[in-house]
């Protein structure tokens, strides 16, 4: 008896094979693992450069230990959080918000939360973060096709966002 009954081909299955999903999952593991053959994926340096830049600026403060204490992070992420002049948590969202009129497409929590009306992160709070802390978080993910240049004006118009928002607090 088949796992899941249907028509095809005389009622010995019940579904068709995705094969253009198959090839294409199987071409994309191929790349990323002739990407990643000699060691550390090539996007981490990408990542270390861009998360050097966003450490200068005020207000910034990296959520969860430094590549350099934790080489074994994912290399295509960088969690912050922000802060105003005052040292007092901006809300992400607002962030987030003033960034996509930048053109940056970020995030103020995961992405299984997408939609979710709540301001802040459970995971922030879980992680001892207290709730307006834990509503400041941004988070930035990085694709195989970011170059240094690519991201180059991401700290400047950071900076200008934080600027934007702490004004309007």
Do not use: Y
Not at 52 to 63: D, P, Q, V
Not at 108 to 117: K, N, P, T, Y
């Amino acid at each position: 008896e088949p796992p899941i009954a249907g028509s095809q081909e005389g009622g010995l299955r019940g579904v068709t094979e995705p094969v253009a999903l198959a090839v294409g999952f199987a071409t994309a593991l191929e790349e990323a693992t002739a990407r990643c053959a000699g060691g550390e994926d090539p996007i981490a340096a990408v990542r270390n450069d861009l998360l050097e830049r966003l450490l200068a600026l005020k207000g910034t403060a990296l959520l969860g230990p430094s590549p350099s204490e934790s080489p074994g992070r994912l290399p295509h992420h960088i969690a912050l959080a922000m802060a105003d002049s005052q040292g007092r948590p901006l809300p992400g969202r607002d962030l987030v918000r003033a960034l996509a009129r930048r053109g940056w497409a970020v995030s103020s929590g995961s992405a299984c939360r997408s939609g979710s009306s709540a301001g802040t992160s459970p995971m922030l709070e879980a992680m001892g973060f207290d709730p307006a802390a834990a509503g400041s978080g941004l988070r930035i993910s990085l694709g195989s096709w970011h170059t240094p240049a690519d991201l180059e004006p991401l700290a400047a118009d950071l900076a200008e966002a934080r600027q934007e928002v702490e004004e309007q607090g």
